[in-house]
Structures are given as structure tokens and as C-alpha cells.
């Protein structure tokens, strides 16, 4: 049975109350669309991933939520550590005409090229070397209230070939890197330092 000790005077932790957990959490663009078409692109760094699951957080009040709502429809587009300035560009605006840095095209504001989806409605981010195609499953107040929780169903995945193995549906994970919000600070991946027990694409020493 393993002990467990008690802090003391010599421990290097202390308690303290950042203002956010973002401990590390992927980047995505939400492309999502009104009742209307019209498109809207958004970032949120509150997203995981439970096989074929994507969970995102998201603001109650974001025209992403409102759009989510009415047309329960969405791509999940994943970039690259390159494409941290088109991410902090998007951050400052907002597709609610109603509200304060109102951007009407996202796209064209961030300097990204939409291409269509083939399973849904929203289009594709071309500068994304991941593109999900999801629909909607559960969307939901949080345990606070304070935000909301989507539940999506991925339909299709699409990858930019140089980061999959070739012949395989498997992605390269030497040669793919996704943005990381850390601390309200973009990163991407440093150098591999192993591979768990369950990796499809191994690597020998």
C-alpha cells in the first residue's frame, strides 16, 4: 500500500487562482451556419475528442451557440501552429450583427479559403490540415449555467496528405502538429518523446 505523505514547509507547490485552465487544449475553427446560410467562423479552445465524440465549450451568447441551435450542422477545422495570427484575428471579431467588431466574412477577414463540405451545409477551412465534418448530438447548458456544452458526431474526416501515412488512414503524428492555446499563449509540439502502448504507427529507436 502506498503512503501518502503530507505537504511541508519544503514543498514547491502553492495554491493559486489563475483566471482560466486553458492547461494546454487544442485550437479549432468552428465553421457553422444561421437558418438563413449565411457562414460564420469561430475559435474555441475548449475542445476533446472521445472517438468519434467532439466536445467543445462554448459561450452561451456567440452567434456559433445561436447558429448550433437553429441549424445543427458544424465543421470542425483543426490548424497548424502557422495559422496562430488568422486565429487571434477571428478571436476579436464576432458574426452577432448586433454586437461591438461585427465581421460579416470571417473568411475573408482572417485571410482563409472556404471550400464545401460533402456531408454538411457549413463549408471547409482549405488552410486546416484537419477538417471534421459533424452534425449536432446533445447541446446543453453546463453545470454552471454559465456556458454551453455541444456534443458532435464526426461524419467525415478529412486530412491534408502530408500528414497521413500514405496508403493508410492513419495520420503521421511526426508530421502533424495542432495549435495549442496554453495559458492564453499559441504553442505548437515539441519533439516526440515516446509513443503510448495502443499507437498504430510506432516508431524504433
Known sequence: MNKISRPDAGSTHRVVEPHILYFGTPVVLLSTVDADGAVNLAPISSAW????????GLGP?????????????????????GL??????????TGRADAAHFVRDKFGHAGLTAQPAE??????????????EARVADLRAD?????????????????????TVPGTD???PAAWSPLVYNFRHYFGLGPELGHSSRSRTPRTA
Open 84 to 93: 496562430w495570427r488568422q486565429v487571434e484575428l477571428l478571436g476579436g471579431t
Open 119 to 132: 456531408l454538411v451545409a457549413p463549408p471547409r477551412v482549405v488552410e486546416c490540415p484537419l477538417q471534421l
Open 170 to 172: 492513419y495520420v503521421e
Open 49 to 56: 475528442a472521445l472517438d468519434r465524440t467532439v466536445v467543445l
Open 143 to 163: 453545470a454552471t449555467g454559465e456556458f454551453l456544452v455541444a456534443e458532435v458526431q464526426v461524419l467525415r474526416v478529412h486530412a491534408a496528405e502530408s500528414i
Open 61 to 81: 451568447d456567440g452567434q456559433t451557440s445561436r447558429n448550433l441551435a437553429a441549424h445543427p450542422e458544424l465543421v470542425v477545422n483543426v490548424p497548424g501552429p
